[in-house]
């Protein structure tokens, strides 16, 4: 495998000891890969803050949101027969799943891209509503003309679907609920209309028939989606065998749209790769690189809440300089930069390679 990025000297940029918790009760447990925008030429970022309980001995506890958006804390005994936590991540019982976290965004500012902090003021974004209750994960940015579009993983016992927001001034935001109902996630949104309509990338999951594959809608006005198609697979046998998302906003190229996206094996190790979608008809993939663009190598990606993770779902481009912050070991926030045409280098536009591996 192959490795591609240039990591920031100043690695990790955020850790959990970096920011206050939003309650009182809680503890920040992991910081996660952030969505990622500019506005009033400074870099802005939605970190997903995963806040949990401190522990009770012989007991679990874990905090969600009522139908207020207030938070409550579920306990259960480690010795209840109908507990499951082998999952640091995921709680299972009595047939249901709970998160052992409760994430929402939090957004930071910098001036020069390395050194964050947080404006004095909206600086929160938490779960609204039954559907948000076990919080809310994983935003992405796209702005087209004035309007920044978030979308992100809007969790609750009902499953795991995409919720929308919108703003123009990061101070009021619109709740338009949820766009693609579970299970699905990794949902980003192009930055530039086709043919007078939006384009989304996103990920629904079917863990018997089919799998976690990027699909693509289409819209006339950026909530209401169709027209699915179903255009880049796992690959058996190869790094991206067990699942592969979205990352951020495609890129407009000269070549196609080129999407950075993330894959994981059985083993639940992540990378990242690229593929490049033709530039009149998305729904057409053109090219895909074989290895990852980027692995994880660094001892902050190899260990923390969850090692072996390099995730990203918020980038910049300057000519072509791709600048994408990424979450490392599902605990850190991280920069890296690439080079689009060296990307570009390496992607394989050989259609019986491209396809011989797909499951």
């Known amino acids: 495998m192959s490795d591609i990025a240039r990591r920031f000297p100043e690695n990790p940029l955020l850790m959990p000891i970096d920011l206050q918790p939003s309650n009182s009760e809680l503890h920040i ?15 802005g970022l939605l970190v997903r803050v995963a806040e949990g309980m401190p522990q009770k001995e012989d007991f679990i506890s874990f905090p969600v949101l009522n139908s207020l958006g207030k938070i409550e804390i579920i ?28 994430s929402h965004l939090r957004l930071l500012c910098s001036d020069d891209g390395v050194r964050f902090y947080e404006p004095l003021e909206n600086n929160l ?6 559907l ?3 919080g809310i994960e994983d935003c992405r940015v796209s702005k087209i003309a004035e309007t920044y579009y978030l979308t992100y993983t809007a969790v609750s016992e009902n499953g795991l679907g995409v919720g929308l927001r919108t703003t123009k001034d990061w101070k009021n935001f619109d709740h338009k609920g949820m766009i693609f109902p579970p299970h699905n996630k990794d949902c980003a949104i192009f930055e530039e ?9 996103h990920r629904p999951s ?14 006339f006005d950026g909530v209401h989606w169709g027209n699915h198609k179903c255009i880049l697979k796992t690959r058996n046998g190869m790094w991206d065998s067990a699942r592969v998302g979205a990352g951020a906003a495609p890129i407009k190229t000269e070549q196609g ?9 059985a083993e639940n190790q992540y990378c990242l790769g690229a593929f490049l979608m033709d530039i009149d008809n998305p729904s057409k993939v053109i090219a895909r690189t074989i290895d990852p663009i980027m692995i994880p190598t660094e001892e902050y990606e190899l260990n923390g809440f969850f090692g072996y993770v390099v995730f990203t779902n918020g980038h910049i481009v300057n000519g072509d300089k791709l600048t994408i912050y990424y979450g490392a070991a599902d605990e850190f926030v991280c920069g890296a930069h690439f080079s689009i045409a060296e990307i570009l280098s390496v992607l394989n536009f050989n259609e019986e390679i491209f396809d011989a591996k797909t499951q």
Not at 193 to 200: E, V
Not at 206 to 219: H, M, Q, R, T
Request: aromatic residues 14%; hydrophobic residues 40%.
């Open 29 to 43: 447990i992991s910081l996660l890969n952030p969505g990622v925008f500019v506005y009033q030429e400074k870099i």
């Open 193 to 201: 209309l086709i043919d007078n309509k939006f384009y989304a990338l």
């Open 206 to 219: 079917s863990p018997k028939i089919g799998g976690n594959y990027i699909w693509l809608a289409e819209s």
């Open 132 to 134: 948000e209750k076990f």
């Open 257 to 265: 749209w080129l999407e950075i996206y993330h894959g994981a094996n």
């Open 75 to 102: 306990e259960i005994p480690i010795n209840d027969p109908d507990l499951v936590a082998t999952d640091p991540r995921v709680i299972q019982y009595k047939g249901l799943e709970y998160l052992t976290t409760l």
């Open 125 to 130: 974004l938490a779960g609204i509503g039954s």
